[in-house]
């Protein structure tokens, strides 16, 4: 296996001088920190085991329990976590997330889907020697259901190792994950763990290419719509390791530090475990999907001593311009393919009402607007729980029946972010759309984000319907709204959009691979020539086309396209960009992205937050839901609930629309 670490072994050894070294920084009052921190980082597990024997020897004291005297906080759980050996590591981490009230079912799945076979027996016979107790025995009486038969599975560290492939067997395996889940009602959990859990991972990696091809959805989400809970988080981690373990601890360690807070043990754990096995490739997995290096994230979410140590371990910082490392280039590579051959089955939260009666409806809605008070809940729940049509059918109808405008009713009746959301819901989706985008556009400032989110995700008809819409509403067409509002670059970007002229249909092999040439050529062209060259191609080609010259674009050019976005452009064209790369790549992802957006750090970007829960909730919001929880560990549910708290009505609104929790 090669190297791929920071940390190895130091040259010309010496335990008895490191022992003594050690002994001497943490002699007298205080302690010297930082001869403690160079020295511990500097030297391989196995020699720091040869240090805690030489200190014995030469001081007669445990050099572990000298250095928790010493040292405080994270700093000495850091340092006394690099002192044990690994399997005794991966002991105690298991123990403490067993021991006590609740269960850190997190860090359970990390540890048991990254080891291998070896590491796992190593840690089983550690945690036996350290606790005296069976650690299978230990499991099972902590977790329950599948999430407990497929732990206890991963603990036997039974995984073939061999690397050969049955070619048969591959197609059999895809044919019956196939028939336990997509195929038919309810799942057969137990195949997914026989398979998962014991099949080699260069097997695994053809099963679920041939899965794809069979179910044309990924593996993963099929395990998102057919799992549920720990068990579902818990293949999900399975799925990731076959793929790549340095992508899985990528994302982990960007879980940890991102958001409020930092999850030091996760951080302590990933950073100690992978330091002398793949840092340099969890580095660069790191890199190709945040566009930000993995020391520089440590930088900013750490500080003193501890960051110091850490940094050490990260080993460097990666400077953005470089190329992919070759695991790196064909983890890209392989992205892009997986996302070409995935077809997405999208899934809205909300749909038709069952017994719909658009008179009752309209009836039931003048009663709650009649006389003193509204009755805000009485609102909320028909117009909430009804699809699109049948809102337009209501509309309607109070119009013949009563004489009324519903839409001006509304509006006298209800106020601030629950009129916006109602009045959101009852337009079409095209008069909504050139309602936001004029929106976009009013008063002083242009919300550009809102611009480039409503032209990159509407298909050709959406885009042709709003264009129609905005006329009819504001007298003028959206275009020249857009020319008058925007310029440069930035400007011609949204007006190409605009015309709702993208192509469509499948990729056309020969042209993407002609159209992924003329992407890396224009990489060396000046500025101006690159952004019109990156403008003809990825505002009219069609997405499925689009996500094969982006595979293609990393044989080219050894580097991934949202990553020369980042590096070579600036601004609104930068994002305008980036956002048709990341819908391409994945149109759900990027709509929880800018939910996320909308809702973290100090107050509520409402509008964004309706815009989305709105336009999405008949189309793919159930998908979105599934991202939002998978990228930020926390459902959509639950964050609408801390971030619209003390607005009852918006709150309950956003809710239903948000269809459940996750």
């Not at 819409?469 to 605009?498: M, N, P, W």
């Not at 960009?577 to 939910?595: E, G, H, M, T």
Request: net charge negative.
């Amino acid at each position: 296996m090669v190297f791929r670490g920071t940390i190895s072994d130091a040259p010309d050894f010496d335990a008895s001088a490191d022992a003594e070294a050690l002994y001497n920084a943490m002699k007298g009052i205080g302690s010297d920190k930082d001869a403690i921190l160079d020295l511990v980082t500097s030297r391989s597990n196995a020699q720091r085991q040869e240090v805690i024997s030489a200190y014995k020897s030469s001081f007669g004291k445990d050099l572990i329990d000298d250095l928790k005297y010493e040292l405080t906080g994270k700093f000495e759980r850091l340092i006394v976590s690099l002192m044990r050996t690994p399997a005794y590591h991966d002991a105690k981490e298991i123990h403490d997330a067993i021991k006590g009230a609740g269960t850190n079912e997190r860090c359970l799945i990390e540890v048991l889907v990254s080891r291998t076979n070896k590491q796992i027996h190593d840690m089983v016979a550690a945690y036996k020697d350290a606790y005296g107790r069976d650690l299978e025995e230990d499991v099972i009486a902590d977790t329950s259901g599948h999430f407990k038969k497929m732990l206890v599975v991963l603990l036997q560290g039974t995984r073939d190792e061999s690397g050969v492939v049955n070619a048969d067997l591959v197609e059999q395996d895809a044919q019956d994950l196939y028939e336990a889940g997509e195929a038919q009602w309810g799942t057969d959990e137990a195949k997914f763990i026989m398979i998962l859990g014991n099949r080699s991972v260069t097997h695994l990696r053809m099963v679920f290419d041939a899965y794809e091809k069979i179910a044309e959805v990924s593996i993963e989400d099929s395990i998102k719509s057919e799992l549920s809970g720990d068990f579902e988080r818990l293949m999900l981690a399975v799925v990731q390791c076959i793929r790549s373990v340095p992508m899985f601890f990528a994302k982990r360690l960007y879980k940890s530090m991102k958001g409020l807070g930092t999850a030091d043990n996760t951080l302590i754990r990933i950073m100690i475990c992978r330091s002398e096995i793949d840092m340099l490739d969890i580095r660069e997995c790191f890199r190709l999907r945040y566009e930000k290096s993995l020391y520089n994230m440590i930088k900013d979410d750490t500080s003193g001593d501890y960051k110091r140590t850490l940094l050490n371990l990260c080993g460097g910082d990666d400077d953005l311009a470089g190329e992919f490392f070759p695991e790196a280039a064909q983890l890209a590579y392989k992205m892009w393919e997986i996302s070409s051959m995935t077809k997405v089955q999208l899934r809205p939260t909300v749909r038709p009402a069952s017994g719909f009666d658009p008179a009752a409806d309209a009836q039931a809605l003048r009663k709650a607007m009649k006389g003193f008070g509204t009755d805000e809940d009485a609102i909320i729940d028909i117009v909430a729980q009804r699809s699109n049509a049948q809102r337009q059918e209501i509309r309607q109808t109070f119009k013949s029946l009563l004489g009324r405008d519903l839409m001006k009713d509304l509006k006298s009746e209800l106020s601030k972010n629950l009129e916006r959301l109602i009045i959101g819901l009852m337009l079409t989706p095209a008069e909504f759309d050139a309602k936001m985008m004029r929106k976009a556009m009013e008063g002083a400032g242009t919300d550009e984000h809102a611009l480039i989110e409503i032209l990159v995700t509407r298909n050709n008809e959406q885009i042709q319907a709003m264009n129609a819409a905005y006329k009819d509403a504001y007298k003028k067409s959206l275009e020249d709204a857009i020319q008058s509002d925007t310029s440069g670059h930035f400007c011609r970007i949204l007006v190409s959009l605009t015309q709702g002229a993208r192509e469509e249909g499948p990729a056309d092999m020969e042209r993407a691979l002609a159209d992924a040439q003329e992407l890396a050529d224009a990489c060396n062209a000046d500025s101006d020539d690159m952004e019109m060259k990156f403008m003809s191609i990825l505002c009219t080609r069609s997405f499925p086309h689009l996500r094969k010259v982006f595979q293609e674009f990393v044989k080219c050019s050894n580097k991934d396209i949202e990553q020369i976005i980042k590096k070579e452009m600036s601004g609104d064209v930068k994002n305008a960009f980036y956002a048709i790369v990341r819908s391409v790549k994945n149109q759900p992802s990027y709509f929880a992205d800018r939910l996320y957006k909308a809702m973290k750090g100090l107050g509520t970007d409402d509008r964004a937050l309706i815009r989305i829960m709105v336009s999405r909730s008949e189309v793919d919001l159930f998908n979105i839901r599934k991202e939002f929880k998978e990228t930020h560990d926390a459902s959509l549910h639950e964050f609408i609930q801390g971030d619209t708290s003390g607005d009852y009505p918006a709150e309950k609104t956003l809710l239903i629309l948000c269809g459940g929790e996750d």
